[in-house]
């Protein structure tokens, strides 16, 4: 059975760093991703990884501000975020692909997580 399991979420003020965690279990992944998703908006894309290369895919809105990493060992997926603005505020979902696609749209997602909230204040 499949699950991933966020964590690290929480109330931090602006200008700070929170770190998620995504930890799979059940199989591994072709890649993992972060979306994030604000009250009364879609669900958008934040970053992403394939696992076998280490590729990493960045939203305009967070590049240079988060990194996300992997652990094969763990079967993890980091999301390291700084200069937090409370504009980052919302819950933030995990999700993991199975097979080769383009890993930035919410359907080229498998498995997803339960959320974890951010909230970032002025």
């Known amino acids: 059975q499949v699950q991933l399991v966020e964590s690290g979420g929480g109330l931090v003020q602006a200008g700070g760093s929170l770190r998620l965690s995504c930890a799979a279990s059940?199989?591994?992944?072709?890649?993992m991703g972060w979306f994030r998703q604000a009250p009364g908006k879609e669900r958008e894309f934040v970053a992403a990884?394939?696992?076998?290369?280490?590729?990493?895919y960045y939203a305009d809105s967070v590049k240079g501000r988060f990194t996300i990493s992997r652990d094969n060992a763990e079967n993890t997926a980091y999301l390291q975020m700084n200069s937090l603005k409370p504009e980052d505020t919302a819950v933030y979902y995990c999700?993991?692909?199975?097979?080769?696609?383009?890993?930035?749209?919410?359907?080229?997602?498998?498995?997803w997580g339960q959320g974890t909230q951010v909230t970032v204040s002025s």
């Open positions: 999700a993991a692909s199975q097979s080769v696609r383009v890993v930035l749209r919410r359907l080229d997602y498998d498995y």
């Open positions: 059940g199989r591994t992944f072709y890649a």
């Open positions: 990884i394939r696992w076998s290369s280490s590729t990493t």
